[in-house]
Nanobody
Framework: QVRLVESGGGLVQAGESLRLSCAAS????????VGWFRQAPGKEREFVGS????????IYGDSVKGRFTISRDNAKNTVSLQMSSLKPEDTAVYYC??????????????????WGQGTQVTVSS
């Protein structure tokens, strides 16, 4: 059974940093592209960033570019999202996702077959 579990969410003040983790089980995570998405109340799901299988190639959404960094540790089957200079508009539930169908980064949620349950990030002003 494939399972993705996000952790590290919480309440922070604007300007602070937070690091989210995504732990995978039940699949060969090390050959998969992994993406991060977020969804705020009343808004559509938004692409945050994605990383290829090796960690050598990342892409980011415009709203987080330069502030967020994705990395991965295939030996530990984890992918991390380092978030810096957080803003109140970053408040959302953050999800990681992956698929066995591609190894590169990808910004389209339809590319992903497996999703975590999400972790709440709240940024106060």
């Amino acid at each position: 059974q494939v399972r993705l579990v996000e952790s590290g969410g919480g309440l922070v003040q604007a300007g602070e940093s937070l690091r989210l983790s995504c732990a995978a089980s039940g699949l060969t995570f090390s050959t998969n592209g992994v993406g991060w998405f977020r969804q705020a109340p009343g808004k559509e799901r938004e692409f945050v960033g994605s990383i290829n299988w090796s960690g050598a190639w990342t892409i980011y959404g415009d709203s987080v570019k330069g502030r967020f960094t994705i990395s991965r540790d295939n030996a530990k089957n984890t992918v991390s999202l380092q978030m810096s200079s957080l803003k109140p508009e970053d408040t959302a539930v953050y999800y990681c996702a992956t698929s066995n169908r591609f190894s590169g980064p990808g910004g389209n949620p339809a590319q992903y077959d497996y999703w975590g349950q999400g972790t709440q990030v709240t940024v106060s002003s």
